[in-house]
């Protein structure tokens, strides 16, 4: 696999000059962010959504909902998070969307433009086009809408009238939560079924689940694999939305391979975001997790257990997992996560060759990798545009002398402030 960036730009990873000992307090989470934007947008009257994320991912979203007609007035801006205060319109076609390479975009953003009856454009980065879309158009096409293409391009054109459809979801979870976000505006509201292999990052599909459920929208999850949204209005809300817990993976991450201690405050009590599973992992993986008055604090012993791990209810976990078992004292296998093969890139591909390319020894599998730790050197590891593939060669750059990220601005997709946050976490805080 080559590297697909055009970016050539290499950011020296710092090393750790020793325990790290820090807190981070991470902006929100980019998935309750993408969904809380276009619930807003979907609403009965005007809503807020405070501490929303600020990156490329959420503009695009922010962006996305504006062109069809919502009005996103911010305040309480700062370089990651802003107060989003969102007036419903119409929602109108005539216009073209920018996806970027976001999976939350891609996916959502579509069966709310099947609302308009004028057409909408979708294209996005050329890593974009990569992605699977198939059953989500196909299912929009079933459900009364006019759809051209298969994968991005593409174009919609409503009025969608909704109904039953049968889609494979087991590329990724977002072809069902995407057209749950919007459902409840379809005059017959809509009844997914699954069918294929099990549907991954169910989590996430619970959280689309509580959200639409705290938005007044009635859902009916009781049967595997089926969901059920009912016709009717989403309530205009005021919402406050969590830290993003998957970004807090590479810092949490710092303190295992460090020996130190990292503590992320407002980590929620309950959550349905995957990143809450990093308590359990990293406990396996040798590190001690407790809550603190100051929030979730992560000691590490500088030594790292390898696990054996099934990750496919929280795959975008994976490559903060493998980077921590690339530097564990033992082998590790990542198994469940085929589907990563489409994320923002070929993330099982993209792990292996770049870790193999620092001295590694990490072995691709039908559905994940076999890492064996071995001795690892600097050199230059490959981001291939997905921003956790960067924050991962930060982690082993901890502890490898002359790690150089290439295109590190891509962590700009979730947390455009990543590598100042990073300096400051290594200076003691963030
Ligand atoms: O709905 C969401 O917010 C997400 C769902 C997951 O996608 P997949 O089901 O494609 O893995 C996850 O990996 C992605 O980062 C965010
Ligand atoms: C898979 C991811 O993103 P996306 O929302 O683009 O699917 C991710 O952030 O790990």
């Known amino acids: 696999m080559s590297a697909t960036s055009s970016a050539t730009s290499l950011w020296p990873a710092p090393t750790a000059a020793g325990p790290v000992r820090a807190t981070v307090r991470l902006p929100g989470s980019k998935s309750v962010t993408n969904r ?12 807020t959504v405070r501490r929303a994320l600020r990156s490329r991912d959420a503009d695009l979203m922010a962006a ?63 890593a974009a086009r990569r992605r699977p879309m198939g059953p989500l158009l196909a299912a929009l096409r079933a459900l009364g809408a006019h759809v051209e293409g298969d994968a991005l391009p593409c174009t919609v054109r409503g009025p969608i009238r909704g109904g039953e459809v049968t889609i494979d979801a087991s590329a990724s979870s977002q072809l069902v939560s995407g057209l749950l976000l919007a459902a409840a505006r379809f005059e017959k509201g809509v009844t997914v079924r699954h069918s ?13 689940v509580q959200m639409l459920r705290e938005a007044g929208v ?71 997790v407790t809550r603190t008055p100051e929030g979730l604090a992560v000691t590490g012993t500088g030594r790292v257990s390898g696990i054996d791990a099934d990750l496919h209810d929280v795959g975008e976990l994976t490559p903060t997992i493998a980077a921590l078992a690339a530097l564990a004292d033992g082998p590790s296998t990542l198994r469940g996560i085929a589907h990563l093969r489409g994320h923002e890139t070929d993330r099982l591909a993209a792990l292996a060759t770049e870790i193999n390319r620092l001295g590694g020894d990490v072995r691709e599998t039908a559905d994940g990798l076999e890492i064996r730790p071995r001795p690892l050197r600097g050199g230059v590891f490959h981001s291939y545009e997905d921003h956790r593939m960067a924050t991962a060669g930060a982690v082993i ?20 402030e990543f590598a100042r946050m990073w300096a400051r976490m290594l200076e003691g805080d963030a």
């Not at 999976?103 to 909408?120: K, W």
């Not at 750059?397 to 455009?416: C, D, R, S, Y």
């Open 36 to 47: 809380a934007l276009p619930l807003a947008a979907l609403a009965e009257g005007p809503g």
């Open 64 to 126: 996305a909902l504006r062109a069809l007609g919502a009005g996103l007035t911010p305040s309480a801006e700062t370089a990651s998070s802003v107060d989003w205060h969102v007036v419903p319109g119409p929602i109108r076609g005539g216009v073209s969307i920018d996806v970027g390479l976001a999976g939350t975009v891609m996916r959502f953003v579509p069966p709310i433009a099947a609302l308009a009856d004028g057409e909408v454009r979708f294209d996005g980065d050329a």
């Open 397 to 416: 750059g901890l502890v490898v002398p002359g790690v150089q990220v290439e295109n590190i601005a891509t962590t700009a997709k979730t947390l455009p």
């Open 196 to 208: 294929g292999p099990p549907v991954p990052s169910m989590p996430h599909i619970q959280m689309t």
């Open 218 to 288: 009635h859902v009916d999850d009781g049967e595997p694999d089926v969901w059920r949204v009912e016709p009717g209005p989403i309530a205009a809300r005021d919402l406050v939305v969590e830290p993003d817990l998957s970004n807090a993976a590479p810092f949490l991450a710092a303190a295992l391979v460090t020996g130190g201690t990292v503590t992320v405050p407002d980590w929620p009590e309950r959550t349905t975001q995957p990143g809450d599973a990093l308590r359990g992992l990293l406990t396996e993986m040798g590190a001690t």
